[in-house]
């Protein structure tokens, strides 16, 4: 059985005093031969990022059914095709004025694959033990990686292969979540919003309520989650 994905997206404080829409974006795809995850989050600093998030979404359910349909699902082909198409995808606007970061999940029977530009977590739980897709040391800077200042090479790939009676749960989130969360916490914080989550696969209630209600009362950012278990 492959796992299936729930989402959940807020606007954050900010954005709704200044009657800014959510500026990220995210798309679940579950069907017999995988689960699809993304989730993209628009630059503030761009006035048309929400169409950024929003389309590359799904340009990325588009490519992926379409790799898996051929029979052919190269990781880094894939990204390339992404980065190839996507300022096509967006048009007639243009980077300068619109942009995203991404991280998307791939499950199929045989393996996970988790891919990652820029900001946010991307992690898999399995048994007491954690991979993630994280920037190396080096690459740290204070700009964060996006569409419009990227390249293939820039994107960050983990993949595991799946074995037999073993429990899988995935997080994807934005980076308004993600810097509130340690390593520390990351394996309780993981197994709570995998255990609750059930029902609703888009706007889950219980994501839902769980980003509306998120302690960190001084965060201002779009909030949005998705788990696959």
């Known amino acids: 059985m492959i796992e299936k994905a729930y989402g959940a997206s807020v606007r954050g404080k900010m954005h709704i005093q200044n009657k800014i829409p959510n500026q990220d ?3 679940i ?7 699809l995850a993304v989730v993209c989050d628009g630059l503030g ?4 990022s929400r169409v950024a998030s929003q389309r590359l979404c799904k340009l990325i ?4 059914h379409t790799g898996f349909k051929k029979r052919s699902l190269n990781p880094m082909e894939l ?5 190839a198409k996507f300022k096509k995808k967006i048009w007639p606007y243009s980077l300068k004025n619109c942009d995203t ?4 999940a791939l499950v199929s029977n045989s393996s996970i694959m988790l891919f990652q530009l820029g900001d946010g977590l991307n992690a898999i739980k399995f048994n007491d033990d954690i991979v993630k897709c994280e920037v190396a040391e080096k690459d740290f800077t204070n700009e964060t990686r996006a569409f419009g200042n990227s390249k293939p090479s820039d994107w960050m790939f983990k993949s595991i292969k799946k074995e037999e009676n073993t429990k899988y749960e995935l997080i994807l989130c934005t980076d308004g979540i993600s ?3 340690i390593d520390e916490t990351m394996l309780g914080f993981i197994d709570i919003v995998c255990e609750k989550t059930n029902g609703k696969y888009k706007n889950n209630p219980v994501l839902k309520a769980t980003l509306e209600q998120w302690p960190n009362k001084y965060s201002t950012d779009d909030k949005t989650i998705v788990v696959v278990k």
């Open 25 to 27: 974006g995210f798309i």
């Open 29 to 35: 795809d579950n069907n017999k031969h995988y689960t």
């Open 45 to 48: 600093s761009k006035k048309h």
């Open 61 to 64: 359910k588009k490519e992926v």
């Open 79 to 83: 990204v390339k095709t992404i980065q």
């Open 101 to 104: 970061t991404c991280l998307f």
């Open 179 to 181: 810097e509130d969360i």
